[in-house]
């Protein structure tokens, strides 16, 4: 079971830490997992915003967060975090956490179609 905590309400240019903690799961398991954060803002689709590999080496960023953002995966405590700095109110949204199990070392997953697991949500507000 996936956890997504760290959402609320910040004034443009502010910063906010989600975190995804994993839960139920061996840290073995954990281990194996590729992880992304995910947005879905109203009346808009839902929109990859970071993935990490199963060990943290290697990482994605959408072009609109790329320089603002960090995703970043700590496998002794089951959690996968995103760091967001310089908000805008375009970053406002609902933003879930997925993973993706059994993964290999080179895989960072891009689609949410593979993703085998989804946290609940967290939402984002960033006020202008």
């Known amino acids: 079971q996936l956890q997504a905590s760290g959402g609320g309400l910040v004034q443009a240019g502010g910063s906010l830490r989600l975190s995804c903690a994993a839960s139920?799961?061996?840290?073995?398991?954990?281990?194996?997992?590729?992880m992304g954060w995910f947005r879905q803002a109203p009346g808009k689709e839902r929109e990859l915003v970071a993935a990490?590999?199963?060990?943290?080496?290697?990482?994605f960023y959408a072009d609109s967060v790329k320089g603002r953002f960090t995703i970043s995966k700590d496998n002794a405590k089951n959690t996968m975090y995103l760091e967001m700095n310089s908000l805008n109110p375009e970053d406002s949204a609902v933003y879930y956490c997925?993973?993706?199990?059994?993964?290999?070392?080179?895989?960072?997953?891009?689609?949410?179609?593979?993703?085998?697991?989804w946290g609940q949500g967290t939402q984002v507000t960033v006020s202008s």
């Open positions: 139920g799961v061996s840290g073995r398991t954990f281990s194996t997992y590729a």
């Open positions: 997925a993973a993706k199990g059994n993964s290999i070392l080179s895989d960072v997953v891009l689609t949410a179609q593979r993703y085998s697991y």
């Open positions: 990490i590999n199963r060990s943290g080496g290697s990482k």
